[in-house]
Each structure stands twice: as C-alpha cells, then as structure tokens.
T-cell receptor, first 112, second 113 residues
Framework: EDKVVQSPLSLVVHEGDTVTLNCSYEVTNFRSLLWYKQEKKAPTFLFMLTSSGIEKKSGRLSSILDKKELFSILNITATQTGDSAIYLCAGSIYNQGGKLIFGQGTELSVKP | DGGITQSPKYLFRKEGQNVTLSCEQNLNHDAMYWYRQDPGQGLRLIYYSQIVNDFQKGDIAEGYSVSREKKESFPLTVTSAQKNPTAFYLC????????????FGPGTRLTVT
C-alpha cells in the first residue's frame, strides 16, 4: 500500500530558528514529491520535486528530494510567526490521474 | 480573480440526510478532485474527474457521489451511507490530470449530528 509519512507531527520553535521537516514515502510508480502549506483552510503549493539531489528554493524555504533513500526535507530558515501552519507533503504516481498520496502533515508553531 | 470557491464554509446536517457540497473553479482546469481531511490525518482522495462527464473513485469513495456536467463545477454529495461524514472537505483542480500541482479551494467543514 502506498504511503507517505511525515515527521515530526508537531513542532514548536521561536522566531529566527531554522527548522527541518521530514517526509518519507513508499509509493509505487513514484513520479514526484509535492509540498504544501496549509494555514487554517486551503493548502497552497510550495514545491514539486521530481529529480533527486536538486534543491528548490523560494525565499527562506528550500526543499530537496532523495529518490534513493525515498525521502524529502523542507527547510525553513529564520522562521517567522507567519510560517506557523501545517506543512503537507504528497507523492504523485505515474498514470494515476493526478492522484496524490498525502502524509499526515507537520504542524509548525513559531512563537515570537 | 481566478480561483476555486467552495460553499458553504460550514454545514450542519442531521444524520440520515444527504448533503451536497459545492465546488466551482474559473481557472479553466480540466481536472478536479475532492479530498477529505480529518484531524491528525493527511488528505484522502474521495473522487476525481479528468474531464467533463468523467470521474473515478479515489481511496475512500464509499458513501459519496459526484457529477461533472460542466467543466467549472464538481459537486460532491455526502450520502446517508457514509458512516462518519463529519470532516473538512477540500476541493482542488489542476490544469490537466497530468499536472500534479493542484490548487485548492478554502474547504467546507461538515458536521453531522
């Protein structure tokens, strides 16, 4: 059975800290790994990673995929209170109609 | 403004009643999806549609039904057969079914008592 597991499930840090969120996957016919940020309601897209070892960056956020060890990490540097959210990772599958397998999410709380 | 709208934001129903959740998009996306989110769990796929008049079951389709009569609309009906319907429901769309980046609506929180 395909599955995606995120760790930790929750995390509390202070502003300015750097955090690393983990996502491991076991997905048959794996195509790509996606990261979303969910603040209260609609998840918003952060990154899609298809190739191993190539870091994607957006401001203070970065992510990388390791297809050999079947995991991805999302780094957030110099955290701000606005980074508080649930971070979701999901694996996509070839020829499965856009189906995504989501992890449980990591709830990040950034304290002032 | 382009986007996905879901209505209502909150919905309350009595057990045994069917209820329909609305999802509309003006992004001209071909593919649309319905997910369910429970506390401490990730999103689980209920149904998805690749194109008008076509839809497929996801991982937890039992007790749900959908229709896709128009490209911009993908309503979800939660039937009385769904044993545990109280949840947060999210609708999403993507340009095509091969575009794995999905855009999400704001969600509908359904409470059944």
């Amino acid at each position: 059975e395909d599955k995606v597991v995120q760790s930790p499930l929750s995390l509390v840090v202070h502003e300015g800290d750097t955090v690393t969120l983990n996502c491991s996957y076991e997905v048959t016919n794996f195509r790509s790994l996606l990261w979303y940020k969910q603040e209260k309601k609609a998840p918003t897209f952060l990154f899609m990673l298809t190739s191993s070892g190539i870091e994607k960056k957006s401001g203070r956020l970065s992510s990388i995929l390791d297809k050999k060890e079947l995991f991805s990490i999302l780094n957030i540097t110099a955290t701000q209170t606005g980074d508080s959210a649930i971070y979701l990772c999901a694996g996509s599958i070839y020829n499965q109609g856009g189906k995504l397998i989501f992890g449980q999410g990591t709830e990040l709380s950034v304290k002032p | 403004d382009g986007g996905i709208t879901q209505s209502p934001k909150y919905l309350f129903r009595k057990e045994g009643q069917n209820v329909t959740l609305s999802c509309e998009q003006n992004l001209n996306h071909d593919a649309m999806y319905w997910y369910r989110q429970d506390p401490g769990q990730g999103l689980r796929l209920i149904y998805y549609s690749q194109i008008v008049n076509d839809f497929q079951k996801g991982d937890i389709a039992e007790g749900y039904s959908v229709s896709r009569e128009k490209k911009e609309s993908f309503p979800l009906t939660v039937t009385s057969a769904q044993k545990n319907p109280t949840a947060f429901y999210l609708c999403a769309s993507s340009i095509t079914v091969s575009s794995y980046e999905q855009y999400f609506g704001p969600g509908t929180r359904l409470t059944v008592t």
